[in-house]
């Protein structure tokens, strides 16, 4: 059975992928999209095995995102933007995501956040704050 990132890659470019408000994004878009994420994480040091924390508040960032990662065969850690506290401590510290992709005003409150590397998302764009520190250990 084909992944989405193969299946992504068959649609023809002026196919339109997304209906969003105010925005059409057509398949060849989205594809580059993805790979200039992707391109970000790996100049920043995400690679395969690592964990990627995904904070991101806005379903094109979300999408983008989660599909990079996968791109480079890191794992993604999706977590619901409203999760805070106990619970998000606990997330962080289970997973130890080697880097977060977050929104702006998500990017700040997580435990951990000074050792991962942080990319901040906005409207399916990926802005690389800080590279990763370290790497996570292997997924297995």
């Known amino acids: 059975m084909p992944t989405i990132l193969e ?3 068959r649609v023809p470019a002026e196919a339109t992928a997304l209906r969003l408000p105010g925005e059409d994004v057509a398949y060849g878009a989205l594809r580059e999209r993805i790979a200039t994420a992707a391109a970000s994480l790996a100049a920043g040091g995400v690679g395969a095995g690592d964990r990627v924390l995904l904070r991101a508040a806005d379903d094109l960032s979300r999408l983008i995102g989660s599909l990079a ?10 977590i619901n933007p ?15 995501p080697a880097a977060l992709i977050a929104g702006e005003d998500l990017a700040g409150d997580v ?8 990319w901040i998302a906005q409207a399916g764009r990926l802005t690389a704050r800080r590279p990763c520190a370290r790497s996570s250990e292997p997924v297995a």
């Open 82 to 96: 409203l999760t805070s506290g106990p619970e998000l401590d606990h997330v962080v510290a289970r997973s130890a």
């Open 7 to 9: 299946q992504l890659e």
């Open 111 to 118: 435990p951990g956040g000074d050792d991962m590397g942080v």
């Open 69 to 78: 990662v996968q791109r480079l065969g890191a794992a993604v850690v999706p």
